[in-house]
């Protein structure tokens, strides 16, 4: 069975400062792991997504994140943070060559705010 | 402009009454899928479907319907049998049998009166 455990529900960082969203997983195979990002009342955005590839994965807005199966990790950083960065982000887990039924799991969010 | 929208925005429920839900895409993805997002639980499937005329339950499809008659549309019906309905509800569409990567609409707030 898989899951996702993001660890932490709010993450304040000021602005200009790095920013460090943790995620865990846990498969019993390889899988897909994504970062989607929310604004308040808006749909998911796609930020970038692993696909055992290149365990550095570079998004969108200057994100990116490390695959690490040892420690079945996938955590998000930013070097600095923008006043727009601030929503909620979702870490996501989805089996390969699943098809179209991959039923995507996803983690509770961290609320990421950024302070002046 | 390619994408998937939701209407309406915002929906009103009355005691008893069902209420649809819209979604369409025009990316030409053959999978679509509807979810339920609630404060601090992240989101859940409600039902999913893979091609035109066929769809299946997820993890929390009791009190909702759906149809699958075009492939570019998935409503989404609420209905009375659904007790607890106010949530943000969210429509996505996939072609990615590979990854399984989704694309989201804006969402539709349904709220009780």
């Known amino acids: 069975a898989q899951s996702v455990t993001q660890l932490d529900s709010h993450v304040s960082v000021s602005e200009g400062t790095p920013v460090l969203l943790r995620c865990n997983y846990s498969?019993?195979?390889?899988?897909?792991l994504f970062w989607y990002v929310q604004h308040p009342n808006k749909g998911l955005q796609l930020l970038l997504k692993?696909?055992?590839?290149?365990?550095l994965v570079k998004g969108i807005n200057g994100f990116e994140a490390e695959f690490k199966k040892s420690e079945t990790s996938f955590h998000l950083t930013k070097p600095s943070a923008h006043m727009s960065d601030a929503a909620e982000y979702f870490c996501?887990?989805?089996?390969?060559?699943?098809?179209?039924?991959?039923?995507?799991?996803f983690g509770t969010g961290t609320l990421l705010a950024v302070q002046p | 402009d390619g994408g998937i929208t939701q209407s309406p925005k915002y929906l009103f429920r009355k005691e008893g009454q069902n209420v649809t839900l819209s979604c369409e895409q025009n990316?030409?993805?053959?999978?679509m899928y509807w979810y339920r997002q609630d404060p601090g639980q992240g989101l859940r499937l409600i039902y999913y479907?893979?091609?035109?005329?066929?769809?299946q339950k997820g993890d929390i499809a009791e009190g909702y319907s759906v149809s699958r008659e075009k492939k570019e549309s998935f409503p989404l019906t609420v209905t009375s049998a659904q007790k607890n309905p106010t949530a943000f509800y969210l429509c996505?569409?996939?072609?990615?049998?590979?990854?399984?990567?989704?694309?989201f609409g804006p969402g539709t707030r349904l709220l009780v009166l």
């Open positions: 996505a569409s996939s072609n990615d049998g590979h990854t399984g990567t989704q694309y």
């Open positions: 990316l030409n993805h053959d999978a």
């Open positions: 498969s019993s195979y390889s899988p897909s």
């Open positions: 692993y696909t055992s590839a290149a365990t």
């Open positions: 996501v887990v989805s089996p390969p060559y699943g098809g179209a039924t991959n039923k995507l799991i």
């Open positions: 479907s893979q091609i035109v005329n066929d769809f």
